[in-house]
């Protein structure tokens, strides 16, 4: 029996680890299509969380995070545990590199 449940165990650990892995995958992928972007009216890719979660606000475009209000970036910066410090201008850019956008 613990045979069993210690199998059980690994393959369980071996399916999260495998889960996790193609999340920071997507989000890393998400991130390099966004670093590629030359226009600001491109639409963005968007960037889910640690733990897979897709936050319920999210720039359409560059222009649209440009547009941001403080509270807007605010609530992003708090869904990617991101630090809320700094000027609006400075969240904004935090938010960026964080979205891999280089174009701002």
Do not use: C, W
């Amino acid at each position: 029996m613990t045979n069993r449940i210690d199998a059980l165990t690994t393959t369980m650990t071996n399916r999260i680890d495998a889960l996790t892995n193609r999340n920071m995958d997507t989000r890393n992928l998400a991130r390099v299509l966004n670093s590629r972007i030359t226009a600001p009216d491109t639409t963005l890719e968007v960037v889910s969380d640690k733990t897979g979660n897709m936050p319920q606000t999210y720039p359409q475009t560059i222009a649209t995070l440009r547009a941001m209000t403080r509270q807007n970036i605010d609530a992003l910066l708090t869904f990617y545990q991101l630090p809320t410090t700094g000027t609006v201008e400075n969240r904004r850019i935090r938010l960026a590199k964080h979205l891999g956008i280089r174009l701002l």
